[in-house]
């Protein structure tokens, strides 16, 4: 049996799309606000209220194993064409399927792998305030998070993330090393360093996966990959504290991502779960592969043929949990419309409008908590000129 990405939520609380009033968190002068620090949190013997999930969206502790192409590209980067012709389907029957995939022999380097997380360790385990430092601002999408208790007040996910903006414009050399040193100082100029080696590298992988999603649509490889040549994306640390109640409460809750590429590094902990087949299956971890998956803006791109899936991350009781994670998004002037070769006005009408990716993101950021309706609600936004 195929496996398909739902077209109806799992459960019925996100089955319809929300107004911002009752998804984004109001100003409430009366409570004192919630502060997210895990070694304090610790602790405790329950969790608090908002990051407790309803009965029928917490967490499958013993989630199935979804079997997903282990795609090598080894092949494909030594220019053998037989070799990207092969891998290019099996990336193609799997966006069309649920858009997650594996990628191995991907040419980046291992120890910058490992240096990345070395220096997540490094972030996520200083005191709260240094953090803070690079506090994240409502309606803003990078800076440091202690969960989103800024932005909403129920359905907490039990997480801290630090993003930052990645730019391959040449006119942007330096943007991750310095947004570093600018926000959190000298001290931290090594980090920059390396977390902008590992963009650097991030970019040019993404850039490989637009020629093979390219040639499994038939628009030629370079359709995709000049579309995001220059990219301005977002790179995000994910840091998932245990947590002594995890069957009430997940670590991100569920939602399609907005972006058009995510590509995920895993630490050897696990917890990534996808909806197919109208259940929860887990991608466990290989810390020698990338799980990719496609977002919401390919999906429009694609003209709705590839597949932006439901996706979630759960917590346990014992371990930290952290991944790096690329989303690549396209340079802010870029209209999103799909090629021509993939509209006909009988078979295949255009589904989604022309935007940008700033009006997305500002509307996942300012109007609406992303989920598996995010793009549909967006359209209708677009449609209905409110913009």
């Not at 870029?334 to 940008?356: C, G, H, K, M, S």
């Not at 793009?375 to 209708?380: E, I, M, T």
Request: charged content about 25%.
């Amino acid at each position: 049996m195929a496996i398909e990405c739902i077209t109806k939520a799992p459960s019925s609380s996100s089955s319809s799309p929300m107004p911002e009033s009752t998804t984004l968190k109001q100003n409430d002068h009366d409570h004192k606000p919630l502060v997210f620090d895990a070694s304090v949190l610790r602790h405790q013997s329950t969790i608090p209220q908002q990051f407790v999930w309803p009965d029928d969206e917490k967490p499958s502790m013993s989630a199935r194993e979804l079997r997903v192409p282990l795609v090598d590209l080894v092949g494909f980067m030594a220019g053998d064409e037989d070799q990207a012709v092969e891998v290019s389907r099996l990336v193609g029957e799997a966006c069309l399927k649920h858009g997650f995939f594996l990628v191995v022999n991907h040419g980046v380097d291992a120890g910058l792998i490992k240096d990345a997380h070395k220096y997540m360790d490094l972030f996520f385990e200083l005191p709260l305030a240094e953090k803070q430092r690079a506090q994240r601002k409502l309606g803003e999408h990078c800076g440091y998070a202690s969960s989103f208790t800024g932005r909403f007040s129920s359905k907490l996910p039990w997480k801290e993330t630090l993003s930052f903006r990645y730019s391959a414009d040449p006119t942007c050399p330096k943007i991750v090393q310095d947004y570093f040193t600018n926000r959190l100082g000298q001290d931290f100029h090594q980090l920059g360093v390396v977390y902008q080696e590992y963009s650097e590298a991030m970019s040019k992988l993404s850039l490989g996966i637009m020629e093979l999603l390219g040639m499994s649509l038939g628009v030629g490889r370079d359709h995709f990959k000049d579309f995001f040549q220059e990219n301005d994306s977002v790179m995000r640390l994910n840091y998932y504290p245990p947590c002594q109640k995890p069957d009430q409460t997940l670590g991100t809750g569920p939602h399609c991502d907005p972006t058009s590429l995510t590509i995920l590094h895993q630490d050897l902990v696990g917890g990534l779960q996808v909806f197919v087949d109208d259940e929860w299956c887990s991608i466990p971890p290989d810390f020698n592969a990338f799980v990719v998956n496609i977002g919401d803006t390919f999906m429009a791109l694609s003209n709705g043929r590839y597949k932006s899936c439901l996706h979630r991350a759960v917590v346990n009781r014992e371990t930290p949990r952290k991944s790096l994670a690329f989303f690549l998004c396209p340079k802010k002037d870029r209209v999103v419309q799909p090629p021509a070769q993939l509209v006909d006005d009988e078979q295949n009408p255009r589904i989604y409008p022309d935007f940008t990716w700033p009006t997305l993101l500002e509307f996942t950021q300012r109007h609406y908590r992303a989920d598996m309706n995010t793009l549909d609600v967006f359209s209708k936004w677009v449609l209905n000129g409110q913009i």
